[in-house]
């Protein structure tokens, strides 16, 4: 009966206690599953074993009180019959099935107890595989749940990520904007301004008007001595 010992602790085990400290639940459940499948077994055979004990002992205390009621029923006959001695004879007989009687009853009340005990470790460990496959499979659905939505975590994080990038690159591209309005400023510092380019337009043209306005008074002179005129 050592597996009594086994099953007294399944019938006081709280599994959710031992599911909320497993790391894994879905690979704890199938573990304590199989063992409890295995324990079942063992527990089936010692059930059938402790019940067929009480089976022997109800049928030997059965057997023994109706021998009691037989040499009862003999020491009836012997005595309607004339033969005392017979009787007594019968009586003595009952009296010894009644001492055994006794012990026969003590021993199918323990077999009984016994066999209750068993059967009710059996029931309880049905019981707790059925509520675990129950929960396996909620629980094996939590756990998909949860992979997804850490899918969905990882890849939110990837967008943020791209985000962040795109962030930096407008970033960049406005400073070489910067750089680039800089640089065409600079460039215009450094180009001379229009009123001087008009300037030197004019004195070009003014240089030419007035040689030509030199040449035209010399020759005009020069005409003039020669009419007569100066």
């Known amino acids: 009966m050592g597996i009594l010992k086994r099953f007294k602790e399944i019938m006081s085990a709280n599994i959710n206690a031992l599911l909320d400290k497993a790391e894994d639940p879905v690979k704890m459940i199938d573990q304590y599953?199989?063992?409890?499948?295995?324990?079942?077994?063992?527990v089936k055979a010692e059930t059938a074993t402790v019940m067929a004990e009480e089976a022997r002992a109800k049928r030997a205390l059965d057997?023994?009180?109706?021998?009691?009621a037989k040499m009862e029923r003999f020491a009836e006959k012997a005595l309607l019959a004339g033969n005392e001695q017979d009787a007594k004879s019968f009586l003595a007989k009952k009296a010894e099935f009644e001492q055994k009687r006794a012990t026969l009853n003590s021993l199918y009340e323990s077999a009984a107890a016994n066999a209750a005990q068993m059967r009710e470790m059996h029931d309880k460990l049905e019981k707790d595989i059925a509520s675990l496959?129950?929960?396996?499979?909620?629980?094996?659905a939590k756990m998909a749940v949860a992979k997804t939505q850490e899918k969905i975590n990882?890849?939110?994080a990837s967008y943020n990520n791209a985000q962040s990038g795109m962030a930096a690159f407008d970033r960049m591209e406005e400073k070489a904007n910067q750089m680039l309005d800089?640089?065409?400023?600079?460039?215009q510092l450094n180009q001379k301004p229009a009123k001087d380019n008009i300037e030197e337009l004019e004195s070009k043209?003014?240089?030419v008007s007035?040689?030509?306005?030199?040449?035209?008074?010399?020759?005009?002179?020069?005409?003039?001595?020669k009419l007569g005129l100066e």
């Open 154 to 156: 990882e890849i939110g």
């Open 182 to 187: 800089m640089a065409n400023a600079k460039a």
């Open 33 to 42: 599953t199989r063992d409890l499948q295995s324990d079942l077994g063992k």
């Open 133 to 140: 496959e129950e929960r396996k499979r909620a629980i094996k």
């Open 205 to 207: 043209y003014d240089d």
């Open 63 to 68: 057997e023994n009180e109706a021998e009691i």
């Open 210 to 225: 007035d040689a030509g306005g030199a040449a035209v008074d010399a020759e005009l002179a020069a005409m003039k001595q």
